[in-house]
């Protein structure tokens, strides 16, 4: 029988975490030790290496995600083992795995198989504590605002129009929606209100984005809680929260530092969802793997529409990186899927439903290539039942756009069974190209929402509701109008309906509303039925998790 990735994990031996540090030059003194497995990389250390040459930055996207899946998180543990196993000096940067999809549907998201992150129940549960440090300065700005209105609110603010929602790192539908400061006013003014997932509060946004605890405290000064009877924006800064909230958040701004299971460092921080926020871990982590490796192989989140574009046209642009290359996962599995196969019926050859499904990886690799301005190649999971004339399909069509296709086999292999993807990354990183954001700064809102579902969806545009149309205006009048967007868009489609699969055609995205960010610095444009707060499936992942009374975990996967 097959072991599980909690049981692949726990069967092979970690290296303390010094000698991790010390084999990319991290000095013991940069670090806070967590035990001896984990630690935090003082974040103050990269000022000091600005001299530093940079390493080339790899980025791993996929195509738009399925139930069948595609293996992102795994691909790019393997790929950085990969490169280690050819020489290279390799780090990988992630996020960190949010309570809610681990206890929903996920289980687990530290890799698979013999590519892993470790230790693997720590990240996945709790891990250095940074998003629990997120919630509570979060709610301590929530629990502000409210005392604010309690003791007299002489900012006048108008609580039928506060955007600032308290957060829980679990996804728990019953708290979408509620109504609080009940039962007499000892006990706050009654209003109606919601919770978020942690990983959805801008606060976490902001923390990927900061550079410094300066720059962190300047961003959450200019938080927007929500309006005031004359419609005037009211701030954290108002509220004279933003020095408090920082001080929760001492620690948590600085990166983590673990190990793949074959002791490759891996800096994992922050963990904003890409469907909802801009899906990548810190740019802090992503910079100091930069100084300390030839090659940072980082994520984005979903498919290379909502992640990818993201990572490009928000943290790219604001934090000055540029991608040398890019690798695009996906499945014969997850094609068949796209080309309308039952997921009981993906065990069975079906060479037309892989090519029904491929107009999904093509629009894909398009965006990357003409929109993106960036090299690319297809790292293909292979699964026991594909078939060679179902390879081949894929092979054929990477071809019409010379794009290279790679079998993968990390997954049972580790960094064995990815040596032909390093080595082909290597050589794609070399390449010229022309890196290109989406749109442009100065584009007007509405453009910059036209372009990315034209140009990267493959839609015909978009239609704004009243509300959004008003909030549109309203934002540029408040000179928000330069900001880039975060699209908060289903990740099962290019079109904002997720039953489209493929590639559909001819759809415009709905935009039902906008709303900024301006401590983060973008703004979020929600389409579609799209929530902040997820909900348990009717068989919660939860359901599996145990422990023993050793202190062993089951259940992760």
Not at 18 to 40: P, W
Not at 393 to 402: G, H, L, M, N, S
Not at 429 to 443: G, I, P, S, T
Not at 447 to 472: C, P, S
Request: glycine letters at 10%; aromatic letters at 6%.
């Amino acid at each position: 029988m097959a072991q599980s990735d909690i049981e692949i994990a726990n069967s092979v031996p970690m290296k303390p975490i010094l000698e991790v540090a010390k084999s990319i030059g991290i000095a013991e003194d940069d670090l806070t030790l967590y035990g001896n497995y984990k630690a935090k990389i003082d974040a103050r250390r990269l000022a000091r290496l600005d001299k530093q040459k940079d390493g080339k930055l790899i980025l791993v996207t996929a195509i738009s995600p399925t139930p069948a899946g595609e293996g992102k998180t795994t691909t790019s543990v393997g790929l950085v083992d990969a490169l280690t196993h050819i020489g290279k000096k390799a780090v990988i940067a992630l996020r960190e795995p949010s309570l809610g999809p681990v206890f929903g549907v996920k289980g687990g998201a530290a890799g698979g198989g013999y590519a892993q992150v470790v230790p693997m129940e720590d990240i996945n549960l709790h891990f250095t504590g940074d998003f629990h440090a997120i919630g509570a300065a979060n709610n301590l700005l929530a629990a502000l605002i409210d005392n604010h209105i309690h003791h007299g609110n002489t900012l006048r603010i108008d609580s039928r129009r506060i955007t600032w929602k308290r957060v829980v790192d679990m996804n728990d539908r019953q708290l979408r929606h509620i109504v609080d400061g009940l039962q007499g006013k000892v006990n706050g003014v009654p209003r109606e209100d919601g919770y978020d997932i942690t990983v959805a509060s801008e606060i976490m946004a902001i923390l990927c984005l900061a550079t410094s605890i300066s720059d962190l405290k300047a961003r959450l000064e200019k938080i927007i809680i929500g309006y005031n009877d004359q419609g005037v924006p009211v701030t954290a800064g108002d509220l004279k929260a933003a020095g408090a909230m920082a001080a929760l958040l001492k620690d948590a701004i600085h990166p983590n530092l673990v190990q793949t299971l074959e002791h490759t460092p891996a800096i994992i921080h922050g963990g904003p969802f890409a469907n909802i926020a801009h899906g990548c871990n810190s740019v802090l982590a992503t910079k100091l793997a930069l100084k300390y490796a030839d090659y940072a192989v980082t994520e984005a989140g979903f498919g290379a529409d909502l992640g990818a574009e993201k990572f490009i046209d928000i943290k790219c642009r604001l934090a000055g990186l540029r991608p040398a290359a890019v690798v695009l996962v996906a499945t014969i599995r997850a094609l068949k899927m796209h080309g309308g196969v039952a997921k009981a019926d993906l065990g069975a050859e079906n060479v037309q439903a892989v090519l029904a499904g491929l107009p999904n990886l093509d629009k894909h690799l398009e965006t990357i290539q003409e929109v993106y301005g960036l090299p690319v190649l297809v790292a293909l999971n292979k699964f026991p039942l594909d078939t060679d004339a179902e390879l081949q399909a894929v092979y054929d069509a990477c071809e019409k756009r010379q794009v290279d296709v790679v079998i993968s086999d990390v997954w049972a292999k580790g960094g064995a069974g990815g040596r032909e993807l390093a080595e082909k990354v290597v050589a794609l990183a070399q390449r010229d190209h022309h890196f290109n954001f989406v749109y442009q700064e100065d584009d007007s809102i509405e453009t910059k929402l036209t372009k990315i579902v034209t140009k990267v969806y493959g839609g015909k545009g978009i239609t704004l509701t009243a509300a959004a149309r008003k909030e549109l205006k309203a934002l540029e009048e408040l000179g928000f109008g330069h900001y880039p967007i975060c699209m908060a868009k289903t990740q099962y489609s290019f079109s904002d309906d997720p039953k489209k699969l493929g590639a559909p055609k001819d759809f415009t995205i709905k935009i039902t509303n906008l709303k900024v960010s301006a401590g983060a610095g973008f703004i979020v444009a929600l389409t579609g039925a799209i929530m902040t707060m997820p909900g348990l499936p009717k068989q919660p992942a939860s359901e599996k998790i145990d422990i023993d009374d050793a202190g062993n975990i089951t259940g992760l996967f």
